[in-house]
């Protein structure tokens, strides 16, 4: 589970830092250049993300909706929205990233919570189980 979401996320968050780069943001009258750096999306925040998406898939396989509501949750939480979270939130706003980045990595966390993508995990997970109570 950890490698799946290495390596979806790692690359689909690397793809829009990449090509946001040397865009200008403008967000409550402070100017930034790009989407990368302190307070916007760093190495430790993707790595966060890969975690509770990781964790999120694993507590929910075989239940493609709660996996989609979770996955969703991560999105919110670090939109600053914490309605939905689960328990490794602790409701605080210091995680809050940008708007302009959350809006920019959007697309991210639809294909991650694509119908198709999580049956597959389903599927996966469904037969890993099913060899380990079967030996």
């Not at 670090?78 to 979270?85: D, E, F, L, Q, S």
Request: hydrophobic share 35%; charged share 30%.
């Amino acid at each position: 589970q950890k490698r799946m979401g290495k390596r979806l996320i790692d690359k689909r968050l690397i793809d829009k830092v990449a090509a946001n780069k040397s865009k200008s943001f403008i967000e409550n009258d402070k100017k930034y250049k790009g989407i990368r750096g302190v307070g916007r999306l760093t190495k430790a925040v993707i790595k966060r993300i890969q975690g509770y998406y990781g964790g999120e898939i694993w507590s929910n396989v075989g239940h493609l909706d709660a996996m989609k509501k979770a996955i969703w949750s991560i999105w919110e939480h670090r939109k600053g929205i914490h309605v939905n979270c689960g328990n490794w939130c602790h409701g605080q706003n210091r995680n809050k990233l940008p708007d302009f980045v959350m809006e920019i990595i959007k697309p991210v966390f639809e294909d991650l919570s694509n119908d198709h993508l999580l049956k597959n995990v389903y599927i996966v997970e469904h037969k890993m189980l099913m060899k380990h109570t079967m030996i």
